[in-house]
């Protein structure tokens, strides 16, 4: 650059007669090799100077920006660079100068179609400009004529001096804008293998694989499901937390079916009801088998009795069995079931049996023609002793288990006992 250039240059930004001023100065000095001291500080430490250009990704006809950023400034009083990309595939649409340098610091070109874009800036005084940020930013558009590739979006620094005119080392660093068919956007739906998962693009003239969000299975354990009598299990099994990928399938356990256990039954009484025998799972508690409700027990017999002597009233059917109540000898009881040799009777409120051989009750007897025959023993292999005519009055003192009445009758001022069959006698 001459004198001529820089003046021309200075007098189209119309800065006045201290610029130029400044400019021709450092002019001289360039052109001299005579260099002004500026008191300078120490530094500690040294940090590498940067000047890049950013990157993109974009699709044909997209519109984007392009930044040149400086980062660590040692300090610049000047500054010359040349942007370089690929014409045929981008198209330069505006040029905006950043924050490092002032607007009337900096030169950029009035015409923007040139093979090679070159920005020129420099300071309106004799100092250092130490600025980091953007020095500029380009817009552009991609052709539809673009390939799919990356295009380089390459800097030159031609010239970095300070207000000393030492040259500045600074590291160029290009930037590229990849053109490319589809800018993905990730589908929420995870697609999965035996391995990984990942989403693929969401749009419908795409759906490619997105290589970045593909990641390995976070792998989480099912717990497993024990088996019930009725349903069946599953074994433990695995999957991934993040896409629910099942990586381990769970196996089906038979259901293991009841273990049935009888349910007693429960004998009615004057008090409550019964109930039938039945069954239950004795694992799970199901009724298997519905126990059904036997209604309380209500006494048709009512016969009058008295106890021949000194008796018990037990609570069973057997003399074992817990005592009720010890009933004297010519007490008045109520005869309500007959069993075999035992007599259910009722006394003072309380029910319990006694043998049949304790009780004395009156009876007559019931036949619809001729006589009921009295014999010796209990059978009708006995011999007949008597017998009797319909409607005859008999005492019943004992009963047998097959079904017999042991009576007294009195015949000719005398009492006899014999048998007589239950069944003929009311």
Known sequence: MNVKEVFHMYKLKKSGIRKLFAMLCVVFIFASGIYVSVPTFAQTETKESTISVSSDTVEKGDKFSITVDIKNNPGIW?????VGYDHSALTLTSAKNGNVFDNEDATLPSALDKEEFIYLAYLNSLK?????????TLEFTAKNEAEFKPYIIAINVEQAINVNGDDIALKSN???VSVVKCIHVSDTKWESDADTHWHNCKYSDCKEKILKTVEKHT??????????????????GKKCSVCGYIIEKQQVVKATGHTPVKLKAVKATTKR??????????????????QQVIPKITYKMKKAAKTNGKIKMYKKKKQSSKVIQNVKKGEKVTIVD???????????????YVKSTSITWNAKVNV????LRIRTGAGLKYPIISSRPNATKVSVVGRTANGWYKVQIKEKKKNIEGYMYSKYVK
């Open 219 to 236: 792998v989480e354990v099912i717990p497993a499901v024990s088996a019930t009598c009725t349903q069946d299990g599953l074994t433990s």
């Open 273 to 290: 009801e019964g109930l039938t025998s039945g069954r239950k799972c004795s694992v799970c508690g199901e009724t298997l088998v519905v």
């Open 174 to 176: 290009n930037g590229a």
């Open 338 to 352: 007959m069993d075999k040799t035992w007599y259910l009777i009722k006394y003072k409120g309380k029910v319990g």
């Open 128 to 136: 250092n400009n130490t600025t980091d940020g953007t020095i500029l």
């Open 368 to 371: 619809t023609k001729g006589n």
């Open 78 to 82: 000047g500054l010359k660079f040349k």
